[in-house]
């Protein structure tokens, strides 16, 4: 069981708005702490896609956008492109371990 | 750039040892700690623990606590992650990432698959 819940899959047609929810404890991302972001194509490393909640590394398009509200986070993709079809995974700061905790995971399809 | 390349796959007999190595370039190698992710098969990412290159400090996930030692070479800019009295269960592609600011890792390495099978 993961310590960030995010659904298991989501999916859209290409062109389409879809979101990824992120939701932690007070004790992480309410206390305070960046979420940040990775997505991970089949077979391939993840790679950082929004870092602080809300900053996109250079060379991440516009498309992807991260938002935090309270105990959760989310993460738009909007016009959806074949391309995005990846796993994507939600990460922040637990201190009690003093360490990374992460999401589950979640799938998106593009349809 | 920045990069990070780690070594080859690898493939251990339960009870073995294992120890990967993630080498570093493009970057100050002390200014940034190293975080190791495992993910096994059809599964998640693991966070396993970090290692600051700047005096070698480190901090281990709870369960693998007496199992895992990470150690680093600033001559080389490399940093190891050592895995003992392996379990089918750790079977997974490991992991190397740069630890940047807001405890996230902005690099990653190309993963390793360490496989352990009898």
């Known amino acids: 069981q993961s310590v960030l819940t995010q659904p298991p899959s989501v999916s859209g047609a290409p062109g389409q708005r879809v979101t990824i929810s992120c939701t932690g404890s007070?004790?992480?991302?309410?206390?305070?702490?960046?979420v940040h972001w990775y997505q991970q194509l089949p077979g391939t490393a993840p790679k950082l896609l929004i870092f602080?909640?809300?900053n996109r590394p250079s060379g991440v398009p516009d498309r992807f956008s991260g938002s935090k509200s309270g105990t959760s986070a989310s993460l738009a993709i909007t016009g959806l492109q074949a391309e995005d079809e990846a796993d994507y995974y939600c990460?922040?700061?637990?201190?009690?371990?003093?360490?990374?905790?992460f999401g589950g995971g979640t799938k998106l399809t593009v349809l | 750039q920045v990069q990070l390349v780690q070594s080859g796959a690898e493939v251990k007999k339960p009870g073995a040892s294992v120890k990967v190595s993630c080498k570093a370039s493009?970057?100050?190698?002390?200014?940034?700690?190293i975080s190791w992710v495992r993910q096994a098969p059809g599964q998640g990412l693991e966070w396993m623990g970090w290692?600051?290159?700047?005096?070698?400090?480190?901090n281990y996930a709870q369960k693998l606590q007496g199992r895992v030692t990470m150690t680093t070479d600033t001559s080389t800019s490399t940093t190891y992650m050592e895995l003992r009295s392996l379990r089918s269960d750790d079977t997974a592609v490991y992991y190397c990432?740069?630890?940047?600011?807001?405890?996230?890792?902005?690099?990653w390495g190309q993963g390793t698959l360490v496989t352990v099978s009898s």
């Open positions: 990432a740069r630890d940047s600011v807001g405890a996230t890792g902005d690099y």
């Open positions: 493009g970057y100050t190698f002390t200014s940034f700690g």
């Open positions: 290692i600051s290159a700047y005096n070698g400090n480190t």
């Open positions: 007070n004790s992480i991302i309410g206390a305070g702490y960046d």
């Open positions: 602080g909640n809300t």
């Open positions: 990460q922040s700061y637990d201190s009690s371990l003093s360490g990374w905790v």
